[in-house]
């Protein structure tokens, strides 16, 4: 049994359903992301998926394989598991790591803070009603529902009472009518998916 | 349908009034079949394999076989009384397997035919 | 992905919810014992405060020869020599009698607990010792956590044919999971959506039982095999097979066939046959069996642990008269079959152990994939009938026993500690675990909100974890240092990992948003 043959395989294994994880396109779509635009080179992701797993039964031994593959079955879910938002923001910040790394330590104390507030409240809440699903939300999630919320609000306040806008923004025998903020396209698209939850 | 079958079992006898009693309680059925039907024909399919199981190289196959396979074989008869969509069919294939294995069993217990582990 | 009719898919779905509703919970408390189970080893070693990788690594035939010549013969009809998580000596001689309590037959004999470096006997036993724990079992709480795991602390047969039933389940739950499926392939990489909605509900669920599905059956089936083989399947072929006739059968299976020769002479050296059985089928040794010890018909069995890429262990076989290698036996028969290879391949596939902590970790996070499984899947239940009294009380149940049988894990291990000064773990350390249990059930009963519940039982639950160490020191445990000092590594670890879960607990309580019941959803 080769311990570093068999991590050599799970992470190539990893790295091939990371890829066909990012690109799928059910996944995308019911995250309401934009379909991948490029090659999601499927074949050679599916190769590096099983190649491994191959190659050990005819290289390595049977416990290697059978590790790979039991490895596999549940990091194969972690990969999957993670939304494609979360996992966004996660490259956003190493990419933001990479480009200043003296704020290195700064980063990662607030990102393990953060992880552990979003994976141990989901780990908690597996099989338990009643948990607060707002809680376990992405920080962009709830910054992006906080601003619809805000336009909503605005848009109800607007109907509900034309003469208050007058009286506050026009003057006597003048009526000025204020222009509200466009929505954009892809909040509404955003707003659609957080409301059905179904793509 | 339940009418043609009792009409046909009226005519023809007792093989139709057995599908029409079937069809009348298609849900005592399913639960026959597929509770402790299934457990007594998985029961007798090991029971029966030492005595038509080649014993292999070691002389121990037609003994380890139903031991480990046990799990697996009420597995596969379990999923067949559940999917199975023809009940009279499913209750006849159920009776068969029992009776044509519990015959070997019976028959291996008596010594008229033996296991090959002795 | 298989194509089934609305009538198969209404069936499917029904044996799939009710069965995992009738039996969900019973099944979850297998599953999330044996996720402890795996790391049994482990947790003897820590719970006795000192560590050994059992190997029989030190001479051993001085001991074994000097104790024979004070047995009567007839113990020297079996000899069993092994060593304990806590690096103790076993040497077990005994034959073969019926025990008058349970009319079986059974192994009676003196059974001698020796400090392996300097050879002094420690203890000394007599009796049908397989049921004497106390002589032989260096941790009760390991003992405890794997019955309660095995045959869910039931007596003979009952627990076995429960636990083999609710593996049975467990398989009839995953295969028609898979059936049920239509876009198993397509629904791989979807995550739960957000929104918290039913949809939501089920993505969790599907998404860890899609991923999980082979190891789903494989330790459902492997599990099944155990508790039914020696309980159900084994009699019932042995009395097709051999007439019944039960010892005929375990001696055609496990026994090489051997001409009597009962003269006696001196006993082959085990230390020159410990160091051969490793050039012939490499390390470690665990276990050594030896027939007829001092004849002339003697045999040596050694019992070489998985290691070096083999799943399974190996069996080597010598003379016991004159120390010759007689050959490499399978676990069942006497020539390689693929019968010994299936046999071969349970253990391994449902505990994990081939590859020491590396596998065990895999194994463990398995075990703890398929509780996920379980607990999402009733949780999607309770949701889809929450407006109905009954499944909300369902719902509470599921809550509590999701905490409650950790806690009472917990419980089993604070009562161990407890009741070490006094001597008696064995009758504490199960209490233990239904005082933690029934304090949970108690909770449930009282609490009127489900969230406030849940976090109560977290807080609990994380305390429970960041005491165990103190309380282990406080008993008068092995040291920090004294365990590093001897190697040692499990009690260090194990006290590591207790306060770090229970730290990161106890921290992120309080991030873990405010609780509240979901209202009743409109239906998808």
């Not at chain 1, 992701?45 to 031994?61: D, E, K, W």
């Not at chain 3, 189970?37 to 074994?64: K, Y």
């Not at chain 3, 095995?150 to 076995?160: A, E, I, N, R, S």
Request: aromatic letters at 8%.
């Amino acid at each position: 049994m080769s311990v570093l043959a068999s991590t050599a395989a799970i992470a190539v294994t990893l790295a091939g359903i990371g890829r066909l994880a990012a690109t799928d396109p059910k996944r995308r779509r019911s995250f309401g992301m934009q379909p991948f635009r490029g090659n999601r080179q499927v074949v050679l992701a599916l190769t590096a998926v099983f190649m491994p797993g191959v190659l050990l039964l005819a290289i390595g031994s049977g416990a290697d394989f059978i590790a790979w593959l039991g490895a596999i079955c549940v990091a194969g879910w972690a990969v999957a598991a993670v939304s494609p938002w979360r996992v966004a923001s996660a490259w956003r910040w190493m990419a933001a790591v990479a480009a200043a790394p003296h704020r290195l330590l700064v980063s990662a104390v607030a990102g393990v803070r953060r992880l552990a507030a979003a994976v141990l409240p989901r780990s908690a809440r597996a099989g338990i009603p009643g948990r607060d699903p707002v809680g376990a939300a992405d920080d962009g999630t709830v910054a992006r529902i906080a601003e619809l919320e805000r336009r909503v609000a605005q848009l109800e306040a607007a109907l509900a009472a034309p003469s208050v806008a007058s009286y506050a923004f026009g003057t006597e025998g003048e009526r000025r009518v204020t222009r509200l903020p466009a929505f954009q396209r892809s909040d509404l698209q955003d707003a659609k998916v957080l409301r059905t939850g179904d793509r | 349908m339940v009418e043609q079958v009792e009409v046909r079992a009226e005519r023809r006898g007792s093989p139709y009034r057995l599908v029409a009693a079937i069809e009348r309680h298609p849900l005592l059925t399913r639960w026959l079949l597929a509770g402790p039907g299934a457990l007594i024909a998985a029961m007798l399919i090991m029971a029966a394999m030492p005595v038509w199981l080649p014993a292999g190289v070691a002389g121990i196959d037609n003994i380890v076989y139903p031991i480990i396979l046990a799990p697996l074989i009420w597995a596969v008869v379990f999923m067949y009384a559940v999917l199975e969509e023809n009940l009279p069919r499913g209750l006849a294939v159920a009776a068969a397997v029992i009776l044509v294995k519990g015959a070997i069993v019976a028959l291996s217990v008596t010594g008229a035919i033996g296991g090959s582990g002795l | 992905m298989i194509p089934v009719s609305q009538g198969q898919m209404k069936r499917l779905t029904t044996v799939h919810g009710w069965s995992g509703v009738v039996l969900g919970l019973l099944l979850f408390t297998v599953v999330i014992t044996g996720t402890v189970a795996v790391f049994a080893h482990e947790i003897a070693r820590w719970s006795a405060g000192s560590s050994s990788n059992r190997a029989l690594d030190r001479p051993i035939d001085g001991i074994v020869r000097g104790l024979a010549e004070t047995m009567p013969r007839f113990y020297l009809e079996d000899t069993n020599i092994w060593r304990t998580d806590a690096g103790d000596l076993m040497v077990f001689f005994h034959a073969h009698a019926t025990n008058p309590e349970t009319g079986e037959p059974d192994e009676y004999g003196t059974m001698f607990r020796v400090d392996p470096d300097s050879g002094a006997v420690l203890a000394r036993d007599e009796g049908f010792m397989w049921h004497e724990q106390q002589a032989w079992e260096p941790s009760a709480l390991r003992k405890f956590l794997v019955d309660l795991h095995v045959q869910l602390y039931m007596p003979d047969p009952w627990g076995l044919i429960v636990t083999g039933l609710l593996g049975l389940l467990m398989m009839a739950a995953a295969i028609s999971g898979f059936l049920m499926h239509r876009h198993l392939i397509r629904d791989l990489f979807v995550a739960e959506r957000p929104g918290a909605r039913l949809v939501s509900a089920r993505d969790r669920h599907v998404l860890a039982s899609s991923w999980s599905l082979p190891f789903a059956i494989i330790l459902a089936f492997t599990g099944s095999f155990f508790s039914f083989a020696f309980s159900v399947s084994f009699p019932i072929v042995a009395q097709v097979a051999f007439g019944g006739d039960q010892e005929a059968m375990a001696k055609t299976l496990f026994e090489a066939p051997v001409a009597e020769d009962a003269r006696p002479v001196r006993a082959a050296d085990l230390d020159a046959i410990r160091a051969a059985a490793i050039d012939e089928a490499g390390g470690p040794l665990t276990f050594i069996g030896i027939h007829n010890y001092g004849r002339a018909d003697a045999r040596v069995h050694v019992w070489h642990a998985a290691a070096d890429g083999r799943l399974g262990f190996t069996q080597t076989v010598f003379d016991g008269a004159d120390g010759r290698f007689l050959g490499i036996k399978p676990q069942v028969g006497n020539v390689p079959s693929i019968g010994n290879d299936l046999n071969a391949l349970m253990w391994p596939l449902h505990v994990g152990d081939f590859a020491g902590l590396f596998s065990k970790a895999i194994w463990g996070a398995l075990g703890a994939t398929t509780c996920f499984v379980i607990l999402s899947g009733l949780r999607m239940w309770v949701r889809r009938r929450e407006a109905e009294r009954l499944w909300r009380g369902f719902g509470r149940a599921v809550t509590v026993t999701a905490y409650g049988l950790p806690i009472g894990m917990v419980g089993s291990a604070h009562a161990f500690f407890l009741s070490l000064p006094a001597g008696d773990p064995i009758f504490w350390t199960p209490l233990g675990f239904v005082g933690g249990a029934l304090a949970s059930i108690a909770l449930g009963l009282r609490a009127g909100d489900d969230g406030r519940l849940a976090q109560l039982l977290w807080r609990i639950l994380s305390f429970g974890f960041l005491l165990l160490p103190l309380l282990r020191l406080a008993v008068g445990g092995t040291s920090w240092a004294d365990a590093i000092a001897g190697g040692h590594g499990e009690v260090v670890s194990i006290d590591l990992l207790l306060l770090l879960a229970g730290g990161v607990m106890w921290w992120a309580r309080n991030s873990s948003g405010s609780y509240r019941t979901a209202a009743a959803e409109p239906a998808e």
